[in-house]
């Protein structure tokens, strides 16, 4: 899938990290939608905040002594209280953090596509990282299980809530 990005340029070598820390994306405040209390203030699209028991797992960087076109970045998971891992799409992913024993993800390029059943869907928009740097064969759709996911937020808003 080739996307476009909407983002502005970097600056420079000025990264997508960099510019989140210098305030160039925009802020969603999130609300969940029957107390309109806020939330948190991040700066990503789409938020999946998992189930209580969950953490982040990270592969450990690599760097192979010949490059590697095509590897695409190190592994990113959530682990389950019962064992169970999910990975998820790394180059993704701007925020992962496990606070109050929940892991809450968010994700740049990614959209919710909606539920079917028990599972909630996800679909990529556009990269968010040089296509150099990407695999050929990452996914263009994350599917959820419903039972793993506690709240998700598309642009400020709760769109799923267990």
Not at 45 to 57: M, Q, S, Y
Not at 122 to 141: I, M, N, Q, Y
Request: glycine share 8%; net charge positive.
């Amino acid at each position: 899938m080739r996307a476009v990005s909407r983002r502005p340029k970097p600056e420079g070598d000025e990264t997508l990290e960099r510019q989140m820390t210098r305030g160039r994306l925009p802020v969603v405040t999130l609300t969940r939608s029957a107390t309109l209390r806020p939330m948190a203030t991040l700066q990503a699209p789409l938020i999946i905040e998992f189930v209580d028991g969950t953490r982040i797992e990270r592969d450990p960087a690599y760097v192979p002594k010949m490059p590697i076109v095509g590897n695409g970045p190190p592994g990113t998971r959530v682990a389950f209280a019962d064992g169970h891992r999910v990975n998820l799409p790394t180059d993704q992913i701007v925020e992962a953090t496990a606070e109050q024993g929940r892991a809450r993800v968010s994700f740049g390029g990614m959209r919710w596509a909606g539920r079917d059943g028990e599972t909630l869907t996800f679909v990529r928009v556009k990269d968010l990282w040089p296509e150099a740097l990407l695999s050929p064969e990452r996914g263009v759709r994350m599917t959820l299980d419903a039972s793993r996911v506690r709240t998700v937020w598309q642009e400020g808003v709760a769109l799923f809530e267990a």
